[in-house]
């Protein structure tokens, strides 16, 4: 007969063989070493266990950030545990219990380095040193599969945002390097961005590592709703929702939004009408008046010509924008534009003598003059 107690300690068993598992599930990602000790029962699992025991236990520490150590030489253990810079302390503590039960599970309890993740904190232990190291190796990325609308203005903010967030972070002291804050994007929507760094780091150092992981938001979530970027020393995170306590945000005035870009459409011109750009109209008075002149010659020479009074020269508006073209250019490029108006008249006037009204003369040599 199966004694009651061994059925009870497999029942105890089991449940939390299954606990452990769906802890498991939960983590975002974790990471487990190469390295291992050859011996189950060796003095760095032992030290590992007694570290990881006063990491869930410890109740001096209310910032969220633990650093331990214990041990020499290839047995010694590193290890850091560090919580969101707006998580409650019990929140805190409950999330670093669970992570120190699951971690040594699903990388096995002999490997000497391994790091897991979750939403409100992680846990890292190592036989190397990882105090004040900034490491930006093993990373992974997480992101939203939504577009966002309107990209380009919405990345903008996106990165303004993410700038601000990592000089407060930076600028943080050894216990705290955390900074959160949201954002107006484009249409009135409400972008929320986090970043952190363990609070180990030198302000350049942190500032580097944050810089790193903006700048690989391109190559995670381009122009999508939601993405982080997640390393061992330092995180980013945006969302369009709110994801983080409203108490730890940072006040942040939001960037005006750059134009939006619109095609720009040439007109087409139309058939059968003059075409005149405002370019061509804005033609010098003298030009003008020269104009004017050619073309009164020009009628009068094509009436003695045909000798028929019903019939009427008529110019095309193509060849009057030649010659107003021609005539303008001509303008720009020369100095003596009076001196060739007066040689181009004497030529009118020798050629089609006694054709041209002595009033009209007088008013092209004169242009400036006034009229009674």
């Given at each position: 007969?199966?004694?009651?107690?061994?059925?009870?300690?497999?029942?105890?068993?089991?449940?939390?063989?299954?606990?452990?598992?769906?802890?498991?599930?939960?983590?975002?990602?974790?990471?487990?070493?190469?390295?291992?000790?050859?011996?189950?029962?060796?003095?760095?699992?032992?030290?590992?266990?007694?570290?990881?025991l006063?990491?869930?236990?410890?109740?001096?520490?209310y910032y969220?950030?633990?650093?331990?150590?214990?041990?020499?030489?290839?047995d010694?253990?590193?290890?850091?545990?560090?919580?969101?810079?707006?998580?409650?302390?019990?929140?805190?503590?409950?999330?670093?219990?669970?992570?120190?039960?699951?971690?040594?599970?699903?990388?096995?309890?002999n490997?000497?380095?391994?790091?897991?993740?979750?939403?409100?904190?992680?846990?890292?232990?190592?036989?190397?040193?990882?105090?004040?190291?900034?490491?930006?190796?093993?990373?992974?990325?997480?992101w939203?599969t939504?577009?966002?609308?309107?990209?380009?203005?919405?990345?903008?903010?996106?990165?303004?945002?993410?700038?601000?967030?990592?000089?407060?972070?930076?600028?943080?002291?050894?216990?705290?390097k955390?900074?959160?804050?949201?954002?107006?994007?484009?249409?009135?929507?409400?972008?929320?961005?986090?970043?952190?760094?363990?609070?180990?780091?030198?302000?350049?150092?942190?500032?580097?590592?944050?810089?790193?992981?903006?700048?690989?938001?391109?190559?995670?979530c381009?122009?999508?709703?939601g993405?982080?970027?997640?390393?061992?020393?330092c995180?980013?995170?945006?969302?369009?929702?709110?994801?983080?306590?409203?108490?730890?945000?940072?006040?942040?005035?939001?960037?005006?939004?750059?134009p939006?870009?619109?095609?720009v459409?040439?007109?087409?011109?139309?058939?059968?009408?003059?075409?005149?750009?405002?370019?061509?109209?804005?033609?010098?008075?003298?030009?003008?008046?020269?104009?004017?002149?050619?073309?009164?010659?020009?009628?009068?020479?094509?009436?003695?010509t045909?000798?028929?009074?019903?019939?009427?020269?008529?110019?095309s508006?193509?060849?009057?924008?030649n010659?107003v073209?021609?005539?303008?250019?001509?303008?720009?490029?020369?100095?003596l534009?009076?001196?060739?108006?007066?040689?181009?008249?004497?030529?009118?006037?020798?050629?089609?003598?006694?054709?041209?009204?002595?009033?009209?003369?007088t008013?092209?040599?004169?242009?400036?003059?006034?009229t009674?």
């Open positions: 007969m199966v004694s009651p107690r061994l059925i009870s300690l497999l029942c105890f068993f089991l449940i939390s063989h299954h606990a452990t598992i769906s802890a498991q599930q939960n983590f975002l990602k974790f990471f487990c070493g190469n390295s291992t000790s050859d011996d189950a029962t060796s003095t760095f699992k032992t030290n590992l266990k007694s570290l990881l006063n990491i869930s236990t410890n109740s001096n520490i969220g950030f633990y650093n331990f150590s214990s041990g020499e030489n290839s010694k253990v590193n290890v850091i545990g560090l919580c969101r810079g707006d998580v409650k302390v019990q929140d805190c503590r409950s999330c670093l219990a669970d992570s120190r039960v699951v971690l040594p599970q699903v990388c096995a309890p490997v000497r380095e391994a790091i897991g993740w979750y939403d409100n904190c992680f846990l890292r232990y190592s036989n190397r040193t990882i105090f004040g190291v900034m490491q930006t190796q093993p990373y992974f990325y997480l939203n939504q577009d966002a609308l309107q990209k380009d203005q919405f990345k903008f903010v996106v990165t303004k945002l993410m700038r601000f967030l990592r000089e407060k972070a930076a600028s943080g002291n050894s216990l705290h955390f900074a959160a804050a949201n954002a107006t994007g484009p249409s009135n929507q409400t972008i929320f961005g986090l970043v952190q760094c363990t609070p180990d780091l030198s302000i350049k150092d942190c500032d580097i590592c944050l810089d790193g992981a903006i700048s690989e938001i391109p190559k995670c381009d122009g999508m709703k993405g982080r970027v997640v390393r061992p020393s995180n980013i995170r945006y969302e369009t929702y709110s994801f983080f306590d409203p108490a730890a945000s940072q006040p942040f005035t939001s960037p005006p939004l750059p939006s870009s619109p095609a459409v040439q007109p087409q011109p139309k058939q059968g009408k003059c075409n005149t750009s405002p370019a061509v109209i804005a033609v010098g008075v003298p030009i003008i008046v020269l104009l004017a002149v050619l073309i009164f010659v020009v009628v009068l020479k094509a009436r003695g045909n000798n028929m009074e019903s019939k009427s020269t008529y110019i508006c193509s060849e009057l924008q010659e073209q021609k005539l303008k250019l001509q303008q720009e490029q020369s100095k534009q009076q001196q060739q108006m007066n040689a181009t008249l004497a030529f009118l006037l020798q050629n089609f003598e006694g054709q041209v009204p002595s009033e009209f003369v008013t092209v040599q004169n242009p400036g003059a006034k009674q």
